[in-house]
C-alpha cells in the first residue's frame, strides 16, 4: 500500500527557478527518502532525512520533515534541465521492512 | 553506492509466454530483495518481498502463481511472469537490500520494461 501522498503532482518550471513538492504520510516512521526517477528508468536515491531531524540539506537539495504534520518538503534550488525527472518519497512505516512510496511528482524544467 | 542490475532491460512477448527477469546485486550480498511494478505516470507498487534461501511474500492481491519469485543466492533474484497477458505490461523494478552493512537503504536494479502482445 502506499505510503505517502505528494501535492502537486506535476510542475513545470523555468531554469534556474527553485522547485518545492511536497509529501504527506499516514503512519509513524523511522526516516523519510527522497528518490528521483527519469523517464523509463530506474530509481536513484536522493535524500534521506531521520524522524529525529527538521532539516537536511545535501547540494541543491533540501529537504524538511514535520512529524507532527506527518509531511515532509524537498526543495530543488536553481533548478537545471537535467532535473526534470519524477520525484518520489518513500519510508518504512514502524514495524514493516517494506518500503512504501508516495505518488510522485512529475517535475518539467524548461531550459 | 552499490548497483543493481536487471536483464533483460526491456522485453517484447506473445500473450501467453512465459517471461524471467533477473535481478542481481553486483557489489554485495543482498539479503533482501523487492519487486516492484509500475504503470505509465504512476508510482512504484510493491508486488512482493523475498530473503535468500526462503519463500518470497506476496503483497496482497499479487498473485503468487503468477509471478514466480526465486531468490536462490545472495545476489540474484528472478521473476518469472507466466502465462503473460497484455495487462502485465509494466515495468518491472527490482531492488536489493543488505540488512548487515546499511539496512535503511534500498538499491534500485534500472527496471526491465515488459510488453506483451
Known amino acids: 500500500s502506499q505510503q505517502g501522498e505528494e501535492d502537486p503532482q506535476a510542475l513545470s518550471i523555468q531554469e534556474g527557478e527553485n522547485a518545492t513538492m511536497n509529501c504527506s504520510y499516514k503512519t509513524s516512521i523511522n526516516n523519510l527518502q527522497w528518490y528521483r526517477q527519469n523517464s523509463g528508468r530506474g530509481l536513484v536515491h536522493l535524500i534521506l532525512i531521520r524522524s529525529n531531524e527538521r532539516e537536511k540539506h545535501s547540494g541543491r537539495l533540501r529537504v524538511t520533515l514535520d512529524t507532527s504534520k506527518k509531511s515532509s518538503s524537498l526543495l530543488i534550488t536553481a533548478s537545471r534541465a537535467a532535473d526534470t525527472a519524477s520525484y518520489f518519497c518513500a519510508s518504512y512505516p514502524y514495524g514493516n521492512n517494506r518500503l512504501a512510496f508516495g505518488k510522485g511528482n512529475q517535475v518539467v524544467v524548461i531550459p | ?117
Not at chain 2, 509471478?67 to 536489493?96: G, M, R
Open chain 2, 1 to 117: 553506492g552499490a548497483v543493481v542490475s536487471q536483464h533483460p532491460s526491456w522485453v517484447i512477448c506473445k500473450s501467453g509466454t512465459s517471461v524471467k527477469i533477473e535481478c542481481r546485486s553486483l557489489d554485495f550480498q543482498a539479503t533482501t530483495m523487492f519487486w516492484y511494478r509500475q504503470f505509465p505516470k504512476q508510482s512504484l507498487m510493491l508486488m512482493a518481498t523475498s530473503n535468500e534461501g526462503s519463500k518470497a511474500t506476496y503483497e496482497q492481491g499479487v498473485e503468487k502463481d503468477k509471478f514466480l519469485i526465486n531468490h536462490a543466492s545472495l545476489t540474484l533474484s528472478t521473476l518469472t511472469v507466466t502465462s503473460a497477458h497484455p495487462e502485465d505490461s509494466s515495468f518491472y523494478i527490482c531492488s536489493a537490500r543488505d540488512h548487515q552493512v546499511l539496512p535503511n537503504e534500498q538499491f534500485f536494479g534500472p527496471g526491465t520494461r515488459l510488453t506483451v502482445l
